[in-house]
């Protein structure tokens, strides 16, 4: 099992609750992202730069994650084509998406989209609070618990 994020968008919070996460328990985490990002000098942290362009990390990430796999995401199409290759997605504010929610998720995703295209004024997600924060910590602390071991 890996972790893979969809670093450009990605909180430093996230980030830094997926360092911790990572020399914990020794689990291989990239950060793909179309910039050079800092990280800490850790055998387990892998930061991958993509030429930039529209989903060229989203591309890299659903082409080289496995089964099993943990995606951290907010982009919704990449949590679906990450589900549908058997890993798992996470968005940064801590809600899973699986195959009972993912369907939904794209509909309404697609449906916003829609009335933005439109000139309906939709306004944007909400401020990522210590909240969401704690609300990721926790889903992957499980996460981790009952998935972190099982590839070694």
Request: charged share 20%; aromatic share 8%; proline share 6%.
């Amino acid at each position: 099992m890996q972790i893979w994020v969809d670093a450009d968008a990605c909180p430093r919070a996230i980030k830094e609750i997926l360092f911790r996460a990572a020399e914990r328990t020794g689990v291989l985490l990239f950060l793909v992202a179309n910039q050079p990002l800092r990280t800490p000098p850790s055998e387990y942290i892998r930061s991958i730069i993509v030429p930039g362009g529209f989903d060229v990390a989203d591309e890299h990430i659903s082409g080289a994650v496995q089964s099993g796999d943990l995606v951290i995401t907010a982009d919704i199409p990449l949590a679906a084509a990450v589900i549908a290759k058997g890993a798992y997605a996470l968005n940064p504010r801590g809600t899973f998406y699986n195959k009972d929610n993912i369907g939904e998720a794209l509909s309404v995703r697609n449906w916003m989209s829609d009335l933005r295209s439109s000139g309906v004024e939709t306004g944007g997600p909400a401020s990522f609070s210590p909240r969401d924060r704690e609300n990721f910590a926790n889903q992957l602390d499980r996460f981790l618990s009952k998935h972190g071991r099982q590839a070694e």
